[in-house]
């Protein structure tokens, strides 16, 4: 049980300093879906450590949840690629002071 | 156990591709098999429905969305080495040990207890179990949950699309505005020549010659100018050819009437 | 008319005052279109003062001896808590001498300015603050309480900044103006100590309950009183160390210098001494001081006068050393103060005599004020040189005179208390002599030393009037004293003692005096019978004790190194503080605020990715936090 949650916490934090880490907006979009995954993993782990399936309903959830982000998200992605043609974060940066 | 400990380095070495590559096409592949790796860890952990969901939907779907949006976008983007703020990295590495280490170790604080296994759960199979609390107790969170994939696609479809706010010009039109760009800045008012043209080669990355020799830029299409492919280095044909042209034979000939 | 029962008249006393003060202010607001008239109104303030005075002190004359003490209360001026400050004035035996000296000699002032300040087109202007001058001093010698007194004195200073700074168009003027109010502004200091002092002592400031009450208080109040009184007295007296002022008085109108600065506000600290005898009585250690002062100033004014060649300076330094003499009468206790007071009342005459006729004499030269300029004017100013003599006849003590009597027993005094401090005062009159002879012979003997184009004559009636009424009153004063009546008049305010057996007969002291003087002015005149050179001989060419003379004993430099430097530096370091340190700490302060708020700018770089650091490490502590609880 702990190795799966260990893999679970060891795959967010990699999610986590991935997204502070890269510019591309869209390779941090996909370092925010390794984090849900993490949890899913985690929620899955925990439905079995309890042997009710709670968790996996709540893992269910957040998949469905994530593919839902994942299409708005996108689609503000090419949005904003195509009035500003660039997907680099660090070109929202208005609120420099 | 096996699974586990087969997949486990393997998604861990993924996810720090993820981190570290630096095309974006290629950090899809390594979060592909991220996602692939924990189906088959959640089939290993009892969850077959999930197993069959995070394929379908997440390497299936999520990840098919990622890719397409990356082909629109620019399949090429890469992102440049240096950090441009200052001391982000240290930070984020800082911050991540940190944090990674402080749940490792908390881990082991507070969970406790044997493992119970969903063998009843899974009594009667494990979709059954599944669909039992998913219309049963949590009914209400499906109805929302529903309601937000509507919403989402809905939103979508409004970010996406793109009105023409005037209407569509027509070849008429595009001859005037050739005219005017002519009048105004001397541009060329008929087509580019082709690749190729009055070269030695014709394949889409040679450019164009005008007749005094110098390369036509507008002739290769810019996406190939923009990976930087574009073929040059025909000085050595040009002085050869030149010479040919003024008639010096002291030099290797191609034939002719010598 | 003279009825003693009365007291309804002297309830008016304070109209002494309010004539004349509201006649010069008036004056001053009135403006342009009381110029030709001016003056005029100023005179009749003045002699109203005269009159009205006069009629009091007869009216007191035939009161009895208890009876002469006259206080008014006019209203109540100060009522703070335990601080009580009534708005009273006292005619009595002593005030009433000073009032007649004030309004008389100021009167025949301010007929003489009619003339000598003629065709000054600001004269109305002068009269104004002769007018403001006598009320002030006035106010100072009839106050019952040393708040008024203090007002009073306060008001002579402003008084005499302005008159001395009349001319204001000459620089010098102003400058002796403001150096006039500042060392007088040094002796105001103790003054204001005292007034403190005493209230915190006894509660209260009026003179009668503190000269009283300070018998019982212990002697080193009495002490601490006697000495702050007498760092007052010696601003506005110009005794030494607050004497470099007088000299430089002299650049205002001579008939400011005659009132002002012979006659009578430099006469307020020995009125204040006076009047305060209750205090000195009481100490031994003030009285002592008292004597020193008087004593060296004598001797510096004597030393001072001999070496002046300006007529007006001379004479100021002659002033510096009979106020000395006064002083020094004052110091000997009730043995003396009576002969101070008489010394104060003769030498009010005859100064006031000799600076108009200084005053004359300078109006016959075109204000030329060099005496080597002077030379035979006793032909060319008959009058001038007659009342002039007198003036000083009385202050070399040529037997008969007014000088003769006072100074007379003021040396006896000041050899029944001390020998050495009776040499002193020996030695003084023979100086006195001896500088006053030199002026004489410079001024109106000897052969003619006149630059060209100046034809001395005689000053109009205007101006000669007052000085024959003043030259008379220089020899007949003396009378005054023949029949001891200005220590039995003075004894129900002063006390009075019997004065020590000196060991030798009266007549043979007197013999001293006068063979003392007679030496002094043999000296002079066998000096000065020759010619004398018309241009001043340089410093170095002279004896030291000329050129010591000559640069008033090395005092303004005293002042300079003394004070003046030092408080120099001291501002100069303060305002360095204040930029470098007041200033920089502010600015500083902003400084280090405005760098904080760089810093603090920072993390705000616009950057989402810089945000979501932030957010992570957020997210750490709360995990942390919720470890925390839950673990603990």
């Excluded at chain 2, 996810?15 to 924990?38: T, Y």
């Excluded at chain 2, 505005?177 to 043209?197: C, E, K, L, W």
């Excluded at chain 3, 500042?182 to 915190?200: Q, S, T």
Aim: aromatic residues 10%; negative net charge; charged residues 15%.
């Amino acid at each position: 049980m702990t190795e799966y949650l260990s893999l679970s916490l060891i795959l967010f934090t990699i999610g986590a300093v991935g997204v502070l880490v890269r510019r591309n907006a869209i390779v941090v979009f996909m370092c925010i879906e390794l984090m849900l995954n993490a949890t899913n993993l985690a929620f899955v782990s925990f439905s079995r450590q309890t042997g009710n399936l709670d968790g996996q309903v709540a893992a269910f959830f957040v998949m469905v949840v994530a593919a839902a982000e994942v299409v708005v998200g996108l689609a503000i992605i090419v949005s904003i690629y195509r009035t500003r043609r660039s997907i680099s974060v660090d070109d929202a940066s208005l609120l420099k002071s | 156990m096996i699974t586990f400990w087969t997949l486990a380095p393997l998604m861990v070495i993924s996810a720090l591709g993820l981190l570290f590559v630096r095309k974006a096409v290629h950090a899809a592949l390594c979060l592909a098999v991220v996602m692939i790796s924990l189906a088959v860890l959640y089939a290993a952990l009892d969850a077959p429905f999930l197993f069959a969901v995070q394929i379908i939907v997440y390497t299936g779907a999520i990840m098919m969305l990622f890719l397409f949006v990356l082909m629109l976008v620019g399949v090429d983007t890469e992102d440049a080495v240096k950090e441009t703020i200052g001391g982000q990295r240290w930070i984020a590495v800082v911050l991540g040990l940190a944090f990674g280490i402080t749940l490792v170790l908390a881990i082991g604080q507070t969970v406790a207890g044997a493992v119970i296994g969903l063998n009843a759960a899974n009594g009667n199979g494990n979709p059954y179990g599944l669909a039992e609390l998913l219309f049963g107790k949590y009914v209400l969170a499906f109805e929302f949950t529903s309601a937000l994939l509507i919403t989402a696609a809905v939103g979508a479809m409004v970010l996406a699309h793109k009105e023409r706010l005037d209407s569509r010009p027509t070849q008429a039109d595009r001859a005037a505005q050739r005219m005017r760009d002519y009048a105004a800045t001397g541009r060329h008012p008929g087509n580019p020549p082709t690749p190729g043209v009055f070269a030695r080669h014709n394949a889409v990355d040679t450019p164009a010659l005008l007749p005094d020799g110098t390369a036509v830029d507008h002739s290769i299409s810019p996406s190939i100018v923009a990976r930087g492919q574009v073929r040059d280095g025909y000085d050595d044909d040009i002085v050869t050819l030149k010479r040919q042209l003024d008639g010096d034979d002291s030099d290797d000939s191609l034939g002719g009437e010598k | 008319m003279f009825d003693a029962g009365s007291a309804s008249m002297f309830d008016l006393q304070w109209l002494l005052i309010a004539v004349p003060l509201v006649s010069g202010l008036g004056l001053l607001v009135w403006g342009k279109e009381s110029d030709a008239f001016g003056h005029l109104i100023a005179t009749v303030a003045s002699t109203f003062s005269f009159v009205f005075g006069l009629v009091l002190f007869l009216s007191l004359v035939g009161s009895d001896a208890e009876d002469r003490s006259r206080t008014s209360t006019l209203f109540t001026w100060i009522d703070a808590g335990r601080f009580h400050v009534d708005m009273s004035f006292t005619f009595d035996q002593l005030s009433g001498l000073f009032v007649l000296l004030i309004t008389g000699v100021g009167t025949l002032i301010h007929v003489y300015s009619i003339g000598y300040m003629a065709h000054d087109e600001r004269r109305r202007r002068f009269f104004a603050y002769l007018n403001i001058f006598i009320a002030a001093m006035l106010t100072l010698v009839l106050a019952a309480d040393y708040l008024v007194l203090f007002l009073g004195w306060e008001g002579v200073g402003l008084a005499s900044y302005l008159l001395i700074g009349f001319w204001q168009h000459k620089p010098s003027a102003a400058a002796a103006a403001k150096k006039a109010f500042v060392v007088n502004r040094v002796g105001d200091i103790g003054m204001a100590l005292a007034i403190m002092l005493m209230f915190a002592q006894f509660g209260t400031s009026s003179i009668d309950a503190v000269n009283t009450s300070v018998v019982g208080a212990s002697g080193s109040v009495a002490t601490a009183l006697g000495l702050l009184l007498l760092l007052g007295a010696c601003g506005k007296s110009a005794q030494v160390p607050l004497q470099s002022w007088l000299l430089d008085a002299m650049e205002g109108p001579t008939p400011v210098s005659a009132l002002i600065h012979a006659a009578t506000m430099v006469t307020a600290g020995v009125y204040l001494v006076v009047r305060s005898s209750g205090i000195y009585d009481a100490s031994e250690a003030a009285r002592t001081a008292v004597i020193i002062v008087g004593l060296v100033t004598l001797l510096t004014g004597a030393w001072i006068g001999c070496a002046k060649d300006d007529i007006k300076k001379a004479l100021a330094g002659s002033t510096m050393s009979q106020i000395g003499y006064m002083m020094l009468a004052a110091g000997l206790g009730p043995a003396g103060y009576a002969f101070a007071v008489f010394h104060l009342i003769t030498h009010g005459f005859f100064k006031a005599n000799m600076f108009l006729g200084a005053g004359s004499v300078m109006h016959g030269m075109d204000d030329d004020v060099d005496m080597r300029h002077y030379g035979a004017l006793r032909t060319a100013m008959p009058i001038t040189f007659v009342t002039f003599g007198l003036g000083y006849l009385a202050i070399i003590g040529f037997p008969g005179t007014a000088g003769f009597f006072s100074k007379d027993r003021i040396i006896e005094a000041a050899f029944g208390d001390s020998f050495w401090v009776g040499m002193g005062a020996l030695i003084g009159a023979g100086v006195t002599a001896f500088y006053m002879t030199r002026l004489m012979m410079m001024t109106f003997f000897g052969p003619k030393r006149w630059l060209e184009d100046v034809e001395p004559h005689e000053s109009p009636k205007v101006m000669t009037i007052p000085l024959i009424v003043l030259g008379a009153m220089s020899v007949l004063a003396g009378a005054l004293i023949i029949s001891d009546f200005i220590p039995e008049w003075l004894e129900p305010v002063v006390g009075s003692e019997e004065h020590h057996e000196l060991g030798i007969p009266v007549w043979l002291m007197t013999l001293i005096i006068t063979l003392t003087a007679a030496a002094g002015v043999a000296v002079a005149v066998w000096l000065y019978r020759r010619e004398i050179a018309q241009d001043a001989p340089a410093d170095s060419e002279v004896s030291f004790f000329a050129r010591a003379g000559r640069n008033e004993l090395y005092g303004n430099q005293l002042n300079d190194a003394v004070v003046v430097r030092p408080t120099r530096h001291l501002t100069r370091f303060l305002v360095w503080l204040d930029v470098k340190g007041v200033d920089g700490f502010v600015t500083g302060l902003a400084d280090r605020l405005g760098d904080t708020s760089q810093f603090l700018r920072k993390p705000q770089t616009g950057y989402v990715r810089s945000y979501a650091a932030t957010l992570f490490g957020g997210a750490l502590l709360v995990v942390l936090a919720l470890l925390a609880v839950t673990l603990a």
